[in-house]
């Protein structure tokens, strides 16, 4: 018998104590190897003044077991609360998302029989990077973040996940049309590295029709690789049409640490009544199984359960007369699936993990190229309620100096100056483009900071610079509409 794995498990808010306990029934029945380190963490950590709802010393089980079951958690309402999950998945680099999301037709109501896909969803960059601002009475910012070391890294991971499983396909989801850089970066990187799976059948969508597409036929679906934003909202819509986001569990990945979960809430509303699903939690610990190296204990689990939901026997969530059998609470159906232990499903297909080694991060490029790097201009933004578009121009022309020239104003990404439409709506955020008055020319800090202190003279209040940077010779930054 190999060594008891060291685990890290917190039971969580709501519904989490109760789908938690029905979970660790069946894995203890099952002969899982694991050892438990109990954590505190969610709402009462909240409340006692930890901003992230997690302790330093729960931090410290964490990185010492390196692996984590949790139940969802509540986070109180107000402001000053940040997303435990978002801050567990980039604290510990938990960079890959994976949401497997299958029907279980005839047995649970779906209009999709035929599903069965996985979600491979970027973790830590993308808009889930956090980073917000208020700019004016007007205006917030929110900076979209796309790497191209953690675009390698999730490409990677999607396609050697599909190498590991036996999938056929991984289709790439962007919005590249219309952010070039940003998503666009993300389908060069997998136009790269799809090009080494020569095996694996690779395609590209535009992630709007993508997501119909998936909506509509998500049998045309294997392994979808997406940054996060679009990972986060379209992974909860592919588990609804396969049958209930109750039924999913999600693997979270990273180099030295894995956090697995349901991909439901807490649900306060059914706490205590002993009605919950516990099958998202289930299916995410049998992931978690797999990863530790006991895929026998997974499949175990696994096809117990699948036997339990084949023969009937399902929680008010997903019950149907005439289709279900026996309407159970949470515990009867941890009770349920527990005495299949050994048996497999006959009309379902059985899984089988045996195949499938443990979970392997591949590795970024050790190298790459460094491009030269120019600085060619600045954009600064400004807070401004003074008029029209051309009566600001006109007074940002003559803060330009001899060395700078006023490009053009840009409102809310459309050009206003110079020859601006008056149809154009705007509001009290300007970006003004400086470039060199020589053509092909380069700028200096020093020649920045003189033109803050230009227009802060002025009365003008500016709110923020971007530089401008060529990178062997190609434009680092986008143009305007209209530009």
């Known amino acids: 018998m190999s060594q008891n794995v060291p685990i890290t498990v917190a039971h969580g808010d709501g519904i989490g104590p109760e789908i938690m306990a029905a979970t660790l029934l069946i894995l203890g029945e099952a002969g899982a190897r694991v050892e438990i380190e109990t954590i505190e963490i969610g709402e009462k950590v909240f409340l006692r003044g930890h901003g992230s709802g997690i302790e330093p010393g729960a931090w410290e089980s964490l990185r010492r077991t390196k692996v984590f079951l949790k139940a969802p958690i509540t986070t109180p309402q107000g402001g ?15 960079y890959a998302n994976v949401r497997p999301c299958a029907s279980y037709h005839p047995f649970v109501d779906t209009k999709h029989p035929g599903m069965d896909l996985v979600i491979v969803r970027e973790n830590e960059e993308d808009l889930y990077a956090g980073i917000e601002y208020r700019q004016t009475d007007d205006v917030y910012q929110s900076l979209k973040i796309i790497s191209r070391p953690g675009t390698e890294k999730i490409v990677r991971y999607a396609f050697e996940y599909a190498t590991r499983h036996n999938r056929r396909k991984v289709t790439c989801f962007t919005k590249d049309n219309i952010l070039k850089m940003t998503d666009g970066l993300f389908h060069k990187v997998f136009d790269e590295i799809g090009a080494q799976y020569p095996a694996i059948e690779k395609e590209h969508w535009i992630v709007d029709i993508g997501a119909a597409k998936l909506a509509d036929t998500p049998e045309a679906f294997d392994v979808i690789v997406l940054p996060n934003m679009y990972g986060d909202i379209l992974s909860d819509v592919a588990a609804q049409i396969a049958g209930s986001v109750g039924l999913a569990g999600s693997a979270n990945i990273g180099d030295q640490c894995a956090m697995f979960e349901a991909i439901h809430g807490s649900a306060p509303r059914r706490a205590g009544q002993n009605v919950a699903n516990p099958s998202g939690l289930l299916l995410g610990a049998v992931m978690m199984l797999v990863h530790i190296g006991q895929p026998d204990v997974a499949e175990r689990v696994h096809n117990a359960w699948l036997r339990a939901i084949e023969d009937g026997v399902h929680t008010s969530d997903i019950y149907v007369a005439g289709v279900s059998r026996d309407k159970v609470s949470t515990t009867e159906f941890a009770r349920a699936v527990a005495d299949r232990l050994g048996l497999v499903p006959e009309r379902l297909k059985a899984v089988s993990y045996r195949a499938a080694p443990r979970e392997t991060i591949a590795s970024v490029a050790a190298s790459r190229h460094r491009a030269k790097k120019a600085l060619v ?3 600064v933004f400004v807070h401004w309620r003074g008029g029209s578009p051309d009566q600001l121009g006109e007074q940002v022309e003559s803060l330009s100096g001899g060395d700078l020239r006023l490009s053009m104003i840009s409102n809310r ?24 008055r020589t053509e092909g020319g380069t700028i200096t800090h020093g020649q920045i900071i003189a033109l803050l202190q230009r227009i802060g003279n002025a009365g003008l209040d500016s709110i923020k610079t971007e530089n401008l940077y060529t990178f062997d010779g190609e434009l680092g930054y986008s143009l305007d509409q209209g530009e």
Request: net charge positive.
């Open 80 to 94: 000053g609360y940040k997303s435990l999950n978002v801050t567990t998945r980039k604290m510990l680099g938990l």
């Open 377 to 379: 201009g600045v954009d």
């Open 413 to 436: 990404g459309v050009l206003v100056y110079p020859g601006g439409f008056p149809e154009t709506f705007c509001v009290d955020q300007w970006r003004c483009r400086f470039l060199p």
